[in-house]
């Protein structure tokens, strides 16, 4: 007996040049990052080629770099899991309850249109000590004062759990509407509340969309740049404003690149490990 070959299905056909030019543009730009990282650095001189490995070794043995890494970790996991749970809902909504299909889907997919700088800056607005969050909690006597939150960790954290919910929403959405709504029809039939029908159908069947919602999420927040320079005010250090600043302040090439692969290393083995502990079984 035979075992039938697996083709690729057909609509796939189409996606295959733009995914050439992606490679094509995106793995010698990486190549080229990754050579870079093993080169000297001397102040006032272009990179000197050399294989040293002085540049991860001051990364990996400066403590500040350390913290640098663990904050940004930290940040970007806060901000992953705060964007999923804030997702999980919407995007049930979006599945199963068609009027509020028409309120969610326009408001997720306009994000997508609205410049990131512009989102942003409308976070300086609400965020700001005399912004729109302080003075309505100031002026119903809630908080005596302005609330220190935009330039913090805070802020940060709002601005990466903004970018990511429109993502988040999509990708679970896709993965809700793949569960025959009879399943929990049938559960809450025999008994079960629609608390347990959540617990012990929809969110194990959802576990897959749940796992990239999150991983996507993290990737995006572990490299986030104009959110950490504008929300952060210079007072938030990620790893993609270190990298800013070594290229643009230090111009030191070589050191930025080894971040730039750190970062991507890192991402790269949090995927795959999350991957390789996915339960293969439904529930």
Known sequence: MTTPRRTAPFWLAPALPALALYLAIYVPSLAILAVLSFFKFEPGHLP??????????????????????????????????VAVAMSYPLAYSLVRSPGL????????????FISA?????????????NGVLNGTLVSLGIIPSPLPILFTDKAVVIGLTDFAIPYAVLI????????????????????????????RITLP???PGLIA????????????????????????????????????????YP????????????????TFGVGRARPTTGL
């Open 101 to 112: 299909r028409r309120i969610i889907l326009p408001a997720v997919t306009i994000s997508f």
């Open 172 to 199: 679970l959405a896709s993965s809700i509407s793949n569960i025959d709504a009879s399943l929990e029809q049938a559960a809450q039939n025999l008994g079960a509340t629609q608390w347990q029908t959540f617990l």
């Open 205 to 207: 069947l959802t576990r």
């Open 213 to 252: 919602a999150l991983v996507l999420s993290f990737a995006q927040a572990v490299s986030a740049f104009i959110t950490p320079l504008l929300l952060g005010g210079g007072r938030v250090p990620m790893l993609a404003t270190q990298v800013y600043d070594s290229m643009i302040f230090s111009v030191n």
């Open 48 to 81: 000197i080629p050399a294989l040293t490995l002085s540049n991860y070794a001051r990364f990996i043995l400066d403590p500040y770099y350390l913290g640098l890494m663990l904050n940004t970790l930290y940040l970007a996991a806060v901000a992953s899991v």
């Open 117 to 129: 700088i512009l989102r942003l800056y409308g976070w300086i607005g609400i965020l700001g000590e």
């Open 255 to 270: 050191f930025a690149s080894a971040t730039v692969v750190v970062i991507l290393a890192v991402i790269l083995l949090i």
